[in-house]
């Protein structure tokens, strides 16, 4: 089992800038692919970005590409996204995920952290 500890949430006013942690534990070897996801009342789950944890082939959905970064510290078994330029649109409640390298679908959450971005 792996577990993930999001942190750094909170309200920022547009054009701010944030970063997210997340923190890893557990069967951490397992966890090839880390990913953030981003939920808003009403809709579904929306990919983020997703990065191997070796740090290789970042992913990131187009409406952050160029304004958030996904990064990891394997020292620190610690995932990061760095949002920069924020919208309000960026408002949501985010959350950490992991998968296995040949996992279709990710297997752990974390319980989420809320970014709320102020217009």
């Known amino acids: 089992q792996v577990q993930l500890v999001e942190s750094g949430g909170g309200l920022v006013q547009s054009g701010g800038s944030l970063r997210l942690s997340c923190s890893t534990s557990g069967r951490t070897f397992s966890a090839g692919v880390m990913g953030w996801f981003r939920e808003t009342p009403g809709k579904e789950r929306e990919f983020v970005a997703a990065i191997r944890r070796t740090g290789a082939n970042a992913y990131y959905a187009d409406s952050v590409k160029g304004r958030f970064t996904i990064s990891t510290d394997n020292a620190k078994n610690t995932v990061y996204l760095q949002m920069n330029r924020l919208k309000a649109e960026d408002t949501a409640v985010y959350y950490c995920?992991?998968?296995?390298?040949?996992?279709?679908?990710?297997?752990?959450w974390g319980q989420g952290t809320q970014v709320t971005v102020s217009s």
């Open positions: 995920a992991a998968r296995s390298l040949t996992a279709s679908v990710y297997e752990h």
